[in-house]
């Protein structure tokens, strides 16, 4: 049986690109089963698609385990809108069934209040200089290069994976302050609201802390990290990483309670059509 959480929540699949790792997206949804699951930005990268991008078959295969996942459990999905699929701009918000596309969320849960968006709206850089963030598009998408050349190598000589963006992300002063102003500041985001916590991705760096009182989560990303948010029932979250589950093991349902989800913010009234059932068939951090 399939372990059953309350809430997923990922982000930063960058579907369309080189660096993602849409084939281990889905197994990770195919080990889970779900009341909510949140899309928290960045699933589509539209900004590589318009350059060198390119859509794959295993970029198809994460949307139809998606459809499948509301199909066959009834799953609600939030997909919302981050700043490299902001292309999303001209339908929101929008409801297909059980599907809604979102720019950001309020989530209510075991009583508590959780503002969820991607994050790229507290971001100057992303928000006020475009042609930076394309620039630091095109650094991150060459570190990724050099990344599977280097650990090509260690796989080579029997070495562990090394994250090379991560490193230089922690070695580099103002990427390291970057970093803990923009958690400082969805922090007081989340405060002003009168939520409980915040739940961002957008810097793929995955987080579960609290500041200032303030749950902070970041559910990472699947370029690198390859990790998600999960709330069980009981109203605790975790970070899973994909490299750390035993695929060969099997779990057990855990029983579903009731819960109550408020979105959009505005309240604005969703345009409703049928859902039929389906046909079954990366990125910086500083933008």
Known sequence: MKTNFKTIVISDVHLGTKGSKAKEASRFLK??????????????????????????????????????????ENTKVFYLRGNHDDFLDQILPLQIGNLSILSDMIYESNGKKYFITHGDIFDSVTSNFRWIAYLGDIGYTFLLWLNRLVNYHRRKRGLAYFSLSQYVK????????????????LAKMAK???????????????ENRMIDGI????????????????????GNWQLIYYNELDFS???????????????????????????????????????
Not at 32 to 41: H, R, T, V
Not at 192 to 206: N, Q
Not at 220 to 234: F, R, Y
């Open 31 to 72: 080990q889970y089963s779900c009341e909510n699951l949140i899309l928290n930005g960045d699933i589509i990268d539209g900004w590589q698609l318009k350059k060198s991008g390119s859509w794959k078959r295993k970029h198809t295969r994460f949307f139809n385990r998606m459809l499948k996942m509301i199909e066959q």
């Open 170 to 185: 922690g070695k580099v002063k103002s990427a390291v302050s970057y970093i803990d102003q923009y958690e400082e500041e």
């Open 192 to 206: 002003a609201k009168k939520c409980d916590g915040i739940i961002c991705g957008h810097i793929h760096k995955a």
């Open 215 to 234: 749950e902070y989560l970041n559910s990472g990303d699947w370029v690198e990290t390859m990790s998600a948010l999960a709330e069980d029932h009981d």
């Open 249 to 287: 093991k099997k779990t057990e349902e855990v029983p579903t309670p009731n819960y109550q989800i408020v979105a959009p913010c505005n309240n604005q009234d969703y345009r409703t059509v049928a859902f039929n059932k389906p046909n079954d068939d990366i990125l910086p951090p500083f933008r």
